[in-house]
């Protein structure tokens, strides 16, 4: 079955710069790869996804991006900012198994 | 109402009792999915709810832990017996898509704490 990985599990940046998420996936007919927020003691939102007939999707100062070919999904964070931190969680969807698979986790810390 | 509400938000119960935790979701979403979460951790998926099918309960950690869906709509979690690592947030979200391929919207989640 599908099996999703997230590096890393922490995440320290400098308020102003930018800070990288991965993911990596096995099952290659996966088609779907959201990503959540979760601050502390809130519920996860959906902050961007992305389906697999793109490479790139972009809101502002967030974006992912999806290589296919390596099975790897990353969230990019520009110009941090200190309502940035928080956990963030990848996810990957496919209609080989039907179900959302969930990475780990990353917590992200903006340093002021 | 306006999104997925969750009750109790806080429950404290001696260990052996029963709990029930509830899930009111979007209206209009056929999708439901109970979610546990230690502290620090990640989303532990339970089970999952689509329209009138049968649920997908390979998640449910051991037959204690039991949910139904009644009318298509309110979720209940059920876990019998309850033991000190039942100890977390039990989060619902409900979803417009089947199984997980589009945007799910999670409650604010019921905190258990079995002393």
């Known amino acids: 079955g599908e099996n999703v990985e997230q590096h890393p599990s922490t995440l320290s940046v400098q308020e102003g710069d930018s800070a990288v998420i991965k993911c990596t996936y096995s099952?290659?007919?996966?088609?779907?790869f959201p990503w959540y927020k979760q601050e502390l003691g809130k519920r996860p939102q959906l902050i961007i996804d992305?389906?697999?007939n793109v490479g790139e999707k972009k809101d502002q100062r967030i974006a992912v991006t999806l290589n296919k070919t390596a099975k790897h999904f990353s969230l990019h964070i520009t110009e941090t900012q200190p309502e940035d931190s928080a956990v963030y969680f990848c996810?990957?969807?496919?209609?080989?198994?039907?179900?959302?698979?969930w990475g780990a986790g990353t917590k992200l810390i903006i340093k002021p | 109402g306006a999104g997925v509400s969750q009750s109790p938000s806080n429950k404290v119960t001696e260990k052996g009792k029963d709990v029930e935790l509830r899930c009111d979701p979007i209206?209009?979403?056929?999708?439901l999915y109970w979610y546990r979460q230690s502290l620090g951790q990640g989303l532990e998926f339970l089970i999952y709810?689509?329209?009138?099918?049968?649920?997908?309960k390979s998640g449910l950690p051991s037959d204690r832990f039991s949910a139904e869906r009644t009318g298509g709509s309110v979720s209940t979690l059920t876990i019998q017996r309850t033991q000190q690592e039942d100890s977390a947030v039990y989060l619902c979200?409900?979803?417009?898509?089947?199984?997980?391929?589009?945007?799910?919207?999670f409650g604010e989640g019921s905190r258990l704490t079995v002393l």
């Open positions: 996810a990957a969807w496919g209609d080989s198994n039907y179900q959302l698979i």
């Open positions: 099952d290659s007919a996966s088609n779907y």
């Open positions: 209206s209009g979403h056929t999708a």
């Open positions: 979200a409900s979803s417009l898509h089947d199984r997980g391929a589009g945007e799910l919207f």
């Open positions: 709810f689509q329209g009138n099918s049968a649920p997908d």
């Open positions: 992305i389906r697999s």
